[in-house]
T-cell receptor
Framework: GQNIDQPTEMTATEGAIVQINCTYQ??????LFWYQQHAGEAPTFLSY????GLEEKGRFSSFLSRSKGYSYLLLKELQMKDSASYLC?????????????FGAGTRLAVHP | DVKVTQSSRYLVKRTGEKVFLECVQD?????MFWYRQDPGLGLRLIYF???????EKGDIPEGYSVSREKKERFSLILESASTNQTSMYLC????????????FGPGTRLTVT
């Protein structure tokens, strides 16, 4: 079956670093995505990992270990505007089609 | 810029009504998806389409149907709305079968009373 776990809520201080973890169990793994979603808005694509290792994109980095079924999103130099939900999603290939399976999301609150 | 539009941001319907949610894209992407998002459950896939007149069931298709008569438009239909279909509905598009990332529309918050 499919199972994606991430913490429900996290808090952090402006200027700090925060790591949001995601663990997954799925068949037909074909990539892992992170999305950011501000309250009342649509999710926006942040990062994509298909091979093990770290992908860096500015203040945001994402790490994947396929053998451990584990990923994290690292946010550096936190800003108030980073307060949002962060969604971990696994792309699964099944029946010749690709589907995204989403975790419930981690709500991050950044405080001054 | 990728543009995905949905027909309404907020919608209130009565139990038993037939409801149409429209999604239109201007990116000529083949793949379109309908999700619903509920607190604590995340996004769940209702239906998707990889081509005109083609549809595939997602993880929670019960109570829904879809229509894709033109490449740019993907409609979600609630045949007889029920209160447990009160949710945020999100449309997404993706380029190709292995496209990196899906792009989402602004969402429709549907309330069924």
């Amino acid at each position: 079956g499919q199972n994606i776990d991430q913490p429900t809520e996290m808090t952090a201080t402006e200027g700090a670093i925060v790591q949001i973890n995601c663990t997954y169990q799925t068949s037909g793994f074909n990539g892992l995505f992170w999305y950011q979603q501000h309250a009342g808005e649509a999710p926006t694509f942040l990062s994509y990992n298909v091979l093990d290792g770290l992908e860096e994109k500015g203040r945001f980095s994402s790490f994947l270990s396929r053998s451990k079924g584990y990923s994290y999103l690292l946010l550096k130099e936190l800003q108030m505007k980073d307060s949002a939900s962060y969604l971990c999603a696994v792309r699964e290939t099944s029946g010749g089609y690709n589907k995204l399976i989403f975790g419930a999301g981690t709500r991050l609150a950044v405080h001054p | 810029d990728v543009k995905v539009t949905q027909s309404s941001r907020y919608l209130v319907k009565r139990t038993g009504e037939k409801v149409f949610l429209e999604c239109v894209q201007d990116m000529d992407h083949e793949n379109m998806f309908w999700y619903r998002q509920d607190p604590g459950l995340g996004l769940r896939l209702i239906y998707f389409s990889y081509d005109v007149k083609m549809k595939e069931k997602g993880d929670i298709p019960e109570g829904y149907s879809v229509s894709r008569e033109k490449k740019e438009r993907f409609s979600l239909i609630l045949e007889s709305a029920s209160t447990n279909q009160t949710s945020m509905y999100l449309c997404a598009i993706q380029r190709g079968l292995a496209g990196v990332g899906q792009y989402f529309g602004p969402g429709t918050r549907l309330t069924v009373t």
